[in-house]
T-cell receptor
Framework: DAGITQSPRHKVTETGTPVTLRCHQT?????MYWYRQDPGHGLRLIHYSYGVKDTDKGEVSDGYSVSRSKTEDFLLTLESATSSQTSVYFC???????????FGEGSWLTVV | SQQGEEDPQALSIQEGENATMNCSYKTSINNLQWYRQNSGRGLVHLIL?????REKHSGRLRVTLDTSKKSSSLLITASRAADTASYFCATASNFGNEKLTFGTGTRLTIIP
């Protein structure tokens, strides 16, 4: 298994609170991604990073921000959580653009 | 919007039978990939087929790609109970292929 650790794995939070999800990799891969998975929508890309301090938006980036200060860490922040952000969040990594990506085990977030 | 759309959404077959899933996409691609997801887990890469390839095999998996029809199929032969999972296609476009776009998946159930 690729060395990807997501934390926390499960979280319940209240509407309006900030939430940060962390992804840590030990593979030294250049690309890191945050996806969310919802029934009927499959996986949708939130943000991705192509290097330290280099990030770009995906298709559902509103309400989310990311940071990558080190190769191994990619943080996803919900500045003010809403119920529509209740989802399963997956971190993924890739050595090269468009190539195989490796997924973490997911973080289940519930916003009440 | 989703680039890949899998068909059918759900499929149930008897153990030992073959399972076929299809994926259609909309824009030119660099490659197409198939992933499997067991319930409650992250996605696992199965196979990658490049736009200049028409067929690829990996164990009991056979993938075909028809770029003129913008479609791909995944065949699992001699299915086993352990093949029960959701299967997703993902495409890397020719433009900005650092982002993989996933379909909504096919839920495969193998009946023992």
């Amino acid at each position: 298994d690729a060395g990807i650790t997501q934390s926390p794995r499960h979280k319940v939070t209240e509407t309006g609170t900030p939430v940060t999800l962390r992804c840590h990799q030990t593979e030294n891969h250049r690309y890191m991604y945050w996806y969310r998975q919802d029934p009927g929508h499959g996986l949708r890309l939130i943000h991705y990073s192509y290097g330290v301090k280099d990030t770009d938006k995906g298709e559902v980036s509103d309400g989310y921000s990311v940071s990558r200060s080190k190769t191994e860490d990619f943080l996803l922040t919900l500045e003010s959580a809403t119920s529509s952000q209740t989802s399963v969040y997956f971190c993924a990594i890739s050595e090269r653009a468009g190539n195989t990506i490796y997924f973490g085990e997911g973080s289940w977030l519930t916003v009440v | 919007s989703q680039q890949g759309e899998e068909d059918p959404q759900a499929l149930s077959i008897q153990e030992g039978e073959n399972a076929t899933m299809n994926c259609s996409y909309k824009t030119s691609i660099n490659n197409l990939q198939w992933y499997r997801q067991n319930s409650g887990r992250g996605l696992v890469h199965l196979i990658l087929i490049r736009s200049n390839e028409r067929e690829k095999h990996s164990g009991r998996l056979r993938v075909t790609l028809d770029t003129s029809k913008k479609s791909s199929s995944l065949l699992i032969t001699a299915s086993r109970a352990a093949d029960t999972a959701s299967y997703f296609c993902a495409t890397a476009s020719n433009f900005g292929n650092e982002k993989l776009t996933f379909g909504t998946g096919t839920r495969l159930t193998i009946i023992p």
